[in-house]
């Protein structure tokens, strides 16, 4: 057993196992540790130590082989994962051709498999929901309702951002909620000639500082931000928050857990007499031997994907279709937000201002379409902006100047004209027919069927994202901006990284997976708290909401256990 | 097999061969050559001071920018722009013979930039679609290359980013907009 770290690596018998260390499994095993619960955290990576194991947070563009960059050579090889990490941070991704999975139409699967999972590379966005989010299934008679409004939510959130420790600005928005934030870090002044211009121009929008995991203070013996902008890499001044800097370091403290990494959960144990989950079933990627470890209550934290095909491959007598799945839901209406259209311009004024830091956050325009009041649109939900404003540098001005020598060196060298990049941040429906779906042939090193993927936006996405164009020149061109280009990536599914959903909450057993407190319907001592539970997917980025979702099932499970009724 | 057909496939063996060698040579598909690069380097270094040359600054060939590029066409772009990147290097020093009568190293820096120049003009299309269409099909092209490769080299090497270019490697706090002071070089980290 390799590199197992806790007390209890001895035991086979825990009182809470959570499959994923990453940000909601952190989460997951903080709060059962914290409230006595021995608990065994299982990452089927290796494992990553806060700081000590953060190789490239250092390096210098010319400490490393290729300046930091992807060849087009490695591009070729990873060309999936490549698109999203470089020579400082890929260290933190899968190898493309280590973890295959099938793509029945694209979708950019990102992997981060280690401890702290993809919490070490995340955005750091950190948006609360609101009801016009929670309610919008009911209203509008779209797939099933969400079992939960923000009330449900709105201490938990509480609860995690103070822990968290979130910077951003109280905007008294009715949807986009306020919470418990750290001192707003500045915009810049480019930013700052946006924010007045939709201030003067529009009475339903404005534009405001990302609310972000980076602190701006020291908080809880982490931070405060550097601002140096290089996260993904892991931040040695603990800057932001991760599983491996806040999470794991608090479920360890308390010294009942125990964390085993290179641990492939294969399938969850269900007993057909006991007519519950005994436990789960690994192959340690180590030594290649199977495991069997048992608990009273079991968190599935695996990511939205993942979980669902550890769910799905735990068939029994009673759940031949997969754990939980008398729905016939599990692994439908997977979704993820579409964040490829936008608009980028330049503008002349402010030649003689500068800024000094690496901000490590943009801004954000909160969604102000298909609100209660104001502008009804021809897509249903809508979308938020989040954007950045700067001056050229070197790397965006070299492929425009022409020429050799002295000119073009000075030019090169010099701060170019402010700009604004912005695309829009936009919901995605869930349909049936997103699917994820375990392969009938191809099976992966460990011998678990691959997953199988297949994903398309769809005509009301197609319908908000040239909205979103639309709307974003609209608004560079009132704020006096030149050379303003439209834009629309096309990217596929999952290259925003927020997949949701393929094993949604909601009050029904017949038509969801899971409860109104993430528990499965038919098996109650298994509990997901990760993506696969969304049952809508709103406009804001998801983590804040997981973790806040977590931290509400921990908490019921335990009082459950107390009560005896898990 | 009769007679009259084992002719015909001779006959179109031939002749698939002979198109295959005129390609080859077009091409110039040979075995790629990393020691070819390395006995090219001071042609390489030129190439580079060109584009970046030494100023109040260093320039390319002080920043070390040749053994980038080495490194990187060597070791890590697909087999297209390698040769790309290889006939390039001939073809400069071929029209520099032809035209000044002497190797491309051994010319005035004013010659080099108007060969550059030419160069440059002549691979990019007023049609920027155009540009990418050949971009997709071919690869980057040689001037392409060099120019990106050496603005790449340059700029992240720790001359290039700490003398040319501004370096605040821990920043420490974020000044959200302050006055540009007179000659203020751009952020090497932006």
Known sequence: MAGVIGKA??????DAIVIGSGISGGWAAKELCEKGLRTLLLDRGRHVEHVQ????????SWDMPNRGYNTPLYRQSNPVQSLFSNETDRQFFVADDEHPYIQETPFNWVRGYQTGGRSLVWGRQCYRWSDLDFAANEKEGVAVDWPIRYRDLERWYDYVERFIGVSGKAEHLPQLPDGQYLPAMELNCIEEHMASTLKTRYDDRILTIARVANLTR?????????????????????GYFSSNSATIPSALATGNLTLRPFSVVTEIIYDDRLKKATGVRITDTVDKKQYEYFARVIFVNASTIATTAILLNSKSARFP???????GQLGHNLMDHHSSSGAYGTHEGFQDRYYK??????????????????????????YNFQGEGKRLGWEDQASSLRGFGKTFKQQLLTPGPWSVWMAGWGECLPYF????????????????????????FKENEQMMKKHIQTTAVEMLENAGFKRIEPFDYQHPGGTTVHEMGTARMGRDSKTSVLNDVNQVHAVKNVFVTDGSCMTSSGCQNPSLTYMALTARACHFAVNSMKKNEL | MTRRTSIKLLLGAGIIGMLLFWLYRRVGYSVFDIGYLKENSHLIEELAEVVIPETDSPGAKQAGVAAYIIQIVGTGELR????????????????????????????????????????????SSRFPIINKINRKLFGRSFIEQLKELTVEGYCTSMLGATKGLAYDYIPGRFEACIPLSPGQRAWALN
């Open chain 1, 218 to 238: 020291g908080w809880k013996h982490r931070g405060p931000c550097m601002y140096r902008n290089q996260c993904s890499r892991g931040c040695p001044f603990g």
């Open chain 1, 53 to 60: 194991d953060y190789t490239t947070a250092m390096s210098n």
């Open chain 1, 357 to 382: 830091g690496r901000r490590p956050c943009g801004f954000l325009i909160p969604r102000f379409q298909n609100l209660e009041k104001g502008s009804v649109e021809k897509f249903l939900r809508g």
């Open chain 1, 433 to 456: 027919d997103n699917t994820v779906k375990l392969s009938i042939v191809h099976k992966d090193q460990w011998g678990v069927p691959t997953v199988s993927i297949n994903f398309s």
């Open chain 1, 9 to 14: 690596m001895d035991t086979i018998r825990y």
């Open chain 2, 80 to 123: 297209q722009e390698q040769v790309t990147f290889v006939r390039g290097l001939r073809q400069i020093d071929g029209f520099s013979q032809r035209t000044y009568n002497r190797a491309f190293t051994a010319c005035s820096t004013r010659e080099k930039v108007s060969m550059l120049n030419r160069f440059e003009n002549k691979v």
């Open chain 1, 321 to 327: 279709d997969g754990l939980g799945n008398d729905s």
